[in-house]
């Protein structure tokens, strides 16, 4: 059985059909890329399956049941995270800080319990911050673990979106756009720590980039969006030569 | 609560309500360019009112030595007197409290408005008479009397008919007396069956005689405006009209527009943007000044104080919001409809209640419609 | 040392200071009493209020209507059920602090219904107007006593338990963010939907913080009913809301040290202001003038020493020097002129203090005198070494 399942999944803001029937399917430990010229429905894509939006039709399943309908926070809990394409950090809290929001889900002690200052939350405030550390090790943010996290530099902010996103120890991570505005080394480190990630914490990656570059030698498989509409799927190196996926990001030859 | 007084209510409830609507211009016309809720817009109206009590003293209608008689070029000069400042006022505030943070969270300048209103409330009191409060001397106003309209009603009763309802009503509480008279002590809510079927009589006549008075002599409907009010309500929609000429119509209007579409883009176009927003705040200020001279002048009785602008403020605010803030028309809607639920509310009994309503309005329209009636809510881009 | 020890050292030394703040009270005058149970209400409102506003980031400006709601709570179920309780005083205040945050929580839950879809400024005047309903129901009720107010049968002056109050509020707002548990909290303020991205249940979260905002808000309005043994919706107006948020605002949104802080400068020093009974109107007019050449010349010039913490405190002092030099000067000037020779009565000019405060910190310092600074000894070691190391690779 397949991970994640888009079934025809579509929206609709008043006449625009943002997303059109849209159907693919990731199966555990895939490394998947979403990709599409500006405005082909790739955000929108992502905002579905996180419950921002719900789909005007068409079904999403997560191992076989329908997420549909469920709000943001629940479909997290169910086991997927996110990255924002405009970064949406905690900008006020440290680098750890905002990690340790991530293990929000896995808060076992209640909050009277935080709220008298007992052993056990302490426990767990050590404990939350212990895993923190660990993921910041994961993107290599360490070094800058008590830093106000508006200081720090893009490509940083970027990566601490993803320790973020792991800290609710998903099944499914979405990333989009994580390499936008990141120089060709940094590129090169984010793509050797998406493979760890997937590789290592055996979570399955779906991640919208512009890149091509970033995404061909990345992914394993790629859905191509344009215009709301799916044009194409498959392995990196048939989408490179299918005819439809030039004309959608070069113009029809004349 | 008396059906027949509905109509009479109704036109009550809009008169008050064209003054919600020129305060609640003010606040929706900065809330389009700036997204901020101009809290101080209550304490610009008080400031108004008293720029018109000054006024009309500087012209010689102060309380020792009230003039006698007067002419409508008065009350233009305390209009444009308290418009003028009203307007001046708002620039100020504009420029000195609220351009400087400008790029802080909105927060801060939400905090600052309170502060101003504060300022104005409490610091007004150190310089403005306020206790006794004050009131612009009614003489002021030479549009005396009521404009009168009646209605014609289709089951009119007849003079004769009229007649005829009276001296019934006459009949039964005479034959009622006489009872009571030769029945010395007894108990008005237990009585034997005859006194009982007596005041039954004297129970229906009467209410004939009180449906008769409701509907006039003549079974007419009878609506009356006091004429200063009249002239108020003329003068907000001259004011109104002018104010949708220079939005829709002037250049200076089709910046605003720019700007509360999207203000850093009419930056990037060319327009002044400082420059419009010191305009808006002009303008609106100098609406909330119209209306203040208005409602100081022509609402009979009408006292001045520091907390004058409080109320009505709150209450504009709400009419914005329940337009939906930052629209135009939808401010005069919402001023409007502030207006009629108010009076509404004083008509079914609820006086006390009067000054609630707004915000039990406010929460409704927040809950159901976040977007006011004529606004459009919009979704936040993830 | 164990937790456990820390622990019921901390407990034991709270006590300790509010048993002898009691002590100390009730050598003194009543006045000075009332100012010492004041401020602490104070400072658990300021702290309460911080909770909602500076640590979740909602914008809450009717804090007073839970107060309202707490001193009404205990105000009725003490006229019908003191005399029946057979309870001693200590007991029964303790039991109808807790009736009153209980009845403040209700309400509590109420607005914090609507905050689920509202933002800033509209939520400001949703509990600003709601404030404002129950203050307008409550002076309508005859069973409440109407507007002229409520008396409470028996009268405590427990100066104690008003400061353990305050205490309790504070450490559970600290202990609030020293524990994961917090960081949902501080993530709505921050950003909702990257907040629900992450799980966290922002619906439950803000009203969780109206909850136990508020239920302090009502346990500080039952300790003031049987404090002053009287109540009325006077007492609940929207100053005293704007006051409570004047408070959070100026201690820095979200700081609990600047909250409680300020809310008893903010307390204290208008209460002095009592004391002034004549002031000419002159030297009133000449330290607003004094104050707006500061504050200009302060905004102006403080970007040119922006990182010389040095020459920026020399300048402040100079401005303030100046200021302190010319507001006498300017007001036996001003005097000269007629309509200023008149003078005010100090009282009027409490919440114009307030005003002009927050319309200054708004200008110079929007973040507030703490910012969102904590105190701890690490802060003030940092303070006085003046510099932050910045770690390699940060912008």
């Known amino acids: ?254 | 609560m008396e059906l027949s007084t509905l109509p009479q209510q109704l036109i009550n409830g809009i008169l008050l309500g064209s003054i919600y609507a020129l305060i609640a211009l003010g606040y929706t016309m900065v809330y389009g360019v700036l997204k901020l809720i101009n809290f101080a817009h209550g304490e610009v109206f008080m400031m108004g009112a008293y720029a018109a009590l000054f006024a009309s003293w500087a012209l010689g209608y102060t309380p020792n030595n009230a003039l006698t008689g007067s002419n409508p070029v008065n009350l233009i000069v305390m209009l444009l007197a308290s418009m003028t400042f009203c307007g001046l006022l708002g620039v100020f505030i504009e420029r000195f409290a609220y351009r400087p943070l400008r790029t802080q969270p909105r927060i801060a300048s939400l905090i600052t408005a309170i502060g101003i209103s504060l300022f104005l409330q409490y610091g007004g009191q150190l310089f403005l008479p306020s206790s006794p409060a004050p009131n612009i001397d009614g003489k002021v106003n030479p549009f005396i009397g009521n404009l009168e309209v009646t209605l014609a009603k289709g089951a009119g009763t007849s003079a004769a008919a009229a007649a005829d309802i009276q001296s019934k009503a006459a009949v039964a509480q005479k034959s009622y007396d006489d009872w009571k008279l030769s029945h010395k002590g007894a108990d008005e809510f237990n009585l034997p069956a005859d006194g009982q079927a007596l005041l039954n009589v004297k129970h229906d006549t009467d209410r004939a005689v009180r449906d008769l008075k409701d509907r006039g002599d003549s079974g007419s409907l009878k609506l009356s405006v006091p004429r200063g009010q009249f002239i108020m309500l003329v003068t907000t929609v001259i004011l109104m009209g002018m104010l949708t000429y220079l939005v829709m119509f002037t250049k200076q209007g089709r910046a605003m527009r720019a700007v509360s579409h999207d203000f850093d883009a009419a930056a990037l176009m060319g327009v002044n943007v400082n420059g419009i927003v010191t305009f808006t705040f002009l303008v609106g200020s100098a609406l909330a000044g119209a209306g203040a001279m208005m409602s100081a002048t022509f609402l009979s009785g009408t006292k001045i104080d520091t907390f004058f602008g409080m109320l009505p403020g709150v209450k504009a605010f709400v009419a914005a919001v329940l337009g939906g803030i930052g629209n135009i028309p939808g401010a005069v809607l919402g001023g409007l409809l502030m207006g009629v639920a108010e009076t509404l509310v004083v008509w079914l009994g609820y006086d006390n209640y009067r000054d609630a309503i707004a915000f039990v309005v406010l929460i409704i329209v927040l809950l159901v419609r976040p977007g006011g009636l004529l606004g459009s809510s919009k979704v936040e881009k993830v | 040392m164990t937790f456990w020890q820390t622990r019921l050292g901390s407990i034991a030394l709270a006590l300790v200071f509010c048993f002898s703040l009691d002590q100390f009270a009730l050598h003194q005058n009543s006045f000075i009493q009332r100012l010492v149970v004041l401020a602490g209400l104070y400072v658990t409102l300021a702290v309460s209020l911080n909770l909602i506003n500076g640590i979740t980031g909602q914008f809450s400006i009717g804090h007073a209507a839970f107060y309202q709601v707490g001193a009404y709570t205990t105000g009725s179920l003490a006229g019908a059920f003191f005399n029946k309780a057979h309870l001693p005083g200590p007991a029964w205040l303790i039991l109808m602090m807790f009736a009153g945050a209980i009845g403040a929580s209700l309400a509590g839950l109420l607005v914090g219904l609507p905050s689920l879809r509202l933002k800033g400024d509209y939520l400001a005047i949703v509990t600003l107007g709601f404030g404002e309903i129950i203050r307008i129901v409550v002076q309508n009720q005859k069973a409440l006593g109407g507007a002229y107010g409520l008396t409470i049968a028996p009268r405590f002056q427990a100066i104690w338990l008003v400061w353990l109050l305050a205490i309790l509020c504070i450490s559970v707002s600290r202990n609030l963010l020293k524990t994961a548990h917090g960081l949902p909290f501080l993530a709505v303020r921050e950003d909702e939907v990257a907040s629900s991205a992450m799980g966290v249940n922002v619906t439950s979260v803000k009203v969780t913080a109206f909850l136990i905002g508020s239920a302090f808000a009502g346990a500080a309005g039952a300790l003031l009913a049987h404090f002053e043994g009287f109540i009325s919706p006077a007492m609940f107006t929207m100053d005293v809301s704007f006051i409570i948020v004047t408070m959070v605002v100026l201690g820095g949104t979200g700081s609990i040290t600047g909250a409680a802080l300020s809310a008893v400068l903010l307390f204290y020093l208008p209460e002095k202001m009592r004391d002034l009974s004549d002031l000419h109107l002159s030297t009133i007019v000449a330290v607003g003038i004094c104050l707006v050449i500061a504050v200009a010349s302060i905004k102006r010039l403080m970007d040119h020493f922006h990182g010389e913490p040095r020459k920026r405190a020399g300048f402040m002092a100079g401005v303030v020097m100046g200021a302190v030099v010319l507001v006498p000067i300017l007001g036996a000037l001003l005097n000269n002129f007629d309509p200023l020779k008149t003078s005010v009565e100090g009282s009027k000019l409490r919440l114009v203090v307030f005003a002009v405060t927050l319309i200054v910190l708004m200008l110079l310092r929007p973040q507030g005198v703490f910012a969102h600074h904590e105190f701890s000894w690490a802060w003030v070691r940092k303070l006085f070494r003046g510099t932050v190391k910045a770690p390699e690779g940060v912008a």
């Open chain 1, 1 to 254: 059985m397949s991970l994640l399942q888009l079934d025809k999944a579509t929206i609709k803001f008043g006449g625009l059909i943002a997303v059109n029937e849209v159907t693919f399917q990731l199966n555990k430990g895939d490394l998947f890329g979403l990709i599409g010229p500006n405005g082909a429905g790739k955000t929108t894509c992502f905002n579905l399956i996180t419950g921002v939006y719900r789909p005007t039709s068409g079904e999403i399943l997560l191992n076989g049941s329908s997420i549909c309908g469920n709000p943001p926070n629940q479909i997290a809990r169910l086991g997927i995270a996110r990255t924002f394409q405009n970064i949406r950090l905690f900008k006020a809290l440290s680098v750890l800080e905002n990690v340790v929001v991530g293990g929000f889900l896995r808060h076992k002690t209640g909050l009277g319990s935080a709220l008298a200052f007992l052993p056990p939350a302490i426990e767990e405030t050590k404990r939350l911050r212990a895993d923190a550390m660990d993921l910041l090790r994961i993107v290599s943010l360490d070094h800058v673990a008590d830093i106000r996290s508006a200081d720090l530099s893009y490509g940083m902010q970027r990566r601490l979106e993803i320790a973020r996103a792991m800290a609710t120890q998903p099944q499914l991570l979405l990333l989009d756009e994580p390499a936008a505005g990141m120089n060709p080394q940094e590129k090169e480190e984010l793509n050797g720590m998406v493979k760890k990630i997937r590789d290592e914490q055996g979570m399955t990656v779906l991640l919208i980039e512009h890149d091509m570059r970033f995404v061909m030698s990345l992914c394993e498989r790629i859905v191509v969006l344009d215009h709301g509409e799916e044009i194409a799927q498959g392995p990196p190196s048939e989408i490179r030569n299918d005819p439809k996926v030039i004309a959608a990001y070069l113009g029809e030859a004349v």
